[in-house]
């Protein structure tokens, strides 16, 4: 391209000076040659200038690709630094509740508390968790509520969750600390162990899609110096899909707690346990061998979830008043805003039938020796907000009495997660 420009521009000049110009021959062939040799020299510039532009080019294309390469190396080392995000994550809940309790021959009571549980789990590995929490209350095994007022005075924190768990082969697990109780019990029956309560020691179990067993020690107390005591749990059970939209789930657990002739093992209180006096100290009166049966019929009934729920529990140490039962029925399922759902459900349980210290510590106002009615519901405001109240119509009665007490408690709630 510059080669006819450069030929154009010559020969307007040429042409400039006039065609009718007479020019001599070997000052022409000299001409000539001068414009031959300019014209080659011009083709040498013209290469020479592409391979610089070539050079030039590939000279900003491998600056560019070294910045860019930095800067993802500098992401890279960042992300690593950062991953640590990924495997850590929080959950927890919190709850503000009205309560009012009527029982008969006792002055009536109001008050209002909360409950905050956070935690805290690391993904260490593909195979190990471990875990962290906190929550409010006293150091009861069965309560993390914290009663509002004292003159604003600070409110106890307690750990709540320390544990590590090994997951060695898929759907098997052991876990070691203080954890959440793995045992299965049906729609959150509280039967034979309060939804509060830690199992604290080792647990090992194993499920699939149809069976699954669980296995745990839970230490009353492990140091030698003192009284050496635990809490054996053994449970098997399967699920079973009855057709579409229908699963039975049916399980069968034995607990064993020898504490036949040891004094309280919390707050000096057997709490409906039959005690009697060994050398002028008050101590329980059976051990405790338990045998528990439960099942869970969940389907869909008017498009919602329906589960129909059976808990039984029999101590084959004790004499008398040894048998517990609880049976119920909940309509609907609360996972999201609008959700909402009911639950009404009968229990009666002997004042020998389980360990009192680990049973539900409201019904009945808490431990064995009780009966009655329990109706709750909740609502979904949004995903992890809801409100709530339960309702408990109950009987207490006085070990080996049978002197009926009337007990009424109300709850009202409203709670959060996350």
Same mark, same amino acid.
């Given at each position: =391209? ?12 040429i042409?400039?000076?006039? @065609? ?45 690709? #070294?910045?860019?390469?930095?800067? *993802? ?22 709850r ?19 409950? !905050? ?7 260490i590995?593909?195979?190990?968790? *471990?875990g ?19 003159? $604003?005075? $600070? ?7 320390a544990?590590?768990?090994?997951r ?18 049906p729609?959150?029956?509280?039967? &034979? ?9 080792? #647990?090992v ?5 149809m ?8 230490f ?18 399967a ?5 579409e ?7 069968? /657990? ?9 004094s ?18 008050? *101590?329980? !009166? ?17 498009? =919602?979830?329906?589960?129909?729920? @059976? ?6 140490? #004790? ?22 759902? &009911? ?5 009666n349980?002997?004042?020998n ?16 020796? /009780?009966?009655?009615?329990?109706? $709750? ?8 907000w809801? &409100? ?30 996350y």
């Amino acid at each position: =391209m510059k080669k006819s420009v450069f030929a154009a521009s010559v020969f307007g000049i040429i042409g400039s000076t006039g @065609v009718n110009a007479q020019v001599p021959q070997a000052e022409w062939e000299q001409f000539k040659a001068q414009f031959e040799a300019m014209s080659a020299r011009v083709d040498a510039l013209e290469i020479e200038n592409q391979q610089l532009r070539a050079v030039s080019k590939n000279a900003v294309i491998m600056e560019d690709l #070294a910045i860019t390469n930095a800067e *993802v190396g500098s992401l890279r080392d960042k992300t690593h630094k950062m991953s640590w995000s990924e495997k850590i994550k929080w959950k927890g809940d919190y709850r503000f509740r009205y309560e009012a309790i009527d029982r008969e021959d006792t002055d009536d009571r109001e008050r209002w508390r909360i409950r !905050a549980r956070p935690a805290l789990m690391a993904k260490i590995s593909d195979t190990t968790e *471990v875990g962290f929490g906190l929550a409010t209350g006293s150091n009861s095994p069965v309560s993390s509520n914290q009663t509002l007022g004292d003159g $604003s005075a $600070s409110k106890d924190i307690n750990l709540d969750l320390a544990y590590a768990t090994w997951r060695p082969i898929e759907g098997a697990y052991v876990t070691g600390g203080i954890f959440a109780n793995p045992y299965y019990i049906p729609e959150k029956s509280q039967l &034979v162990f309060d939804g509060d309560f830690r199992q604290e020691g080792l #647990a090992v179990g194993w499920a699939n899609d149809m069976f699954f067993a669980n296995a745990l020690y839970n230490f009353i107390e492990s140091d030698s110096k003192k009284s050496e005591s635990g809490i054996l749990v053994a449970q098997i059970g399967a699920n079973f899909q009855l057709f579409e939209g229908a699963t039975l789930t049916a399980a069968a /657990g034995y607990i064993d707690i020898p504490l036949k002739g040891d004094s309280a093992i919390y707050d000096d209180n057997f709490y409906g346990n039959s005690s009697v006096l060994d050398n002028g100290v008050e *101590v329980y !009166a059976y051990d405790y061998k338990l045998y528990n049966a439960s099942i869970a019929l969940d389907l869909i009934a008017f498009d =919602m979830p329906l589960g129909l729920f @059976v808990d039984y529990v029999k101590n084959s140490e #004790a004499d008398e008043f040894d048998t517990g039962y609880l049976a119920g029925i909940l309509l609907g399922n609360i996972k999201k805003k609008g959700d909402w759902q &009911v639950q009404y459900q009968y229990e009666n349980l002997d004042a020998n039938a389980t360990l009192g210290l680990i049973t539900d510590s409201d019904f009945a106002g808490g431990g064995t020796d /009780g009966k009655g009615s329990t109706f $709750s519901a909740k609502y979904a405001v949004d995903d992890k907000w809801y &409100v709530g109240s339960t309702y408990y119509f109950n009987n207490t009665a006085g070990v080996e009495l049978g002197d009926d007490a009337s007990y009424e408690r109300i709850q009202l709630d409203t709670g959060f997660k996350y």
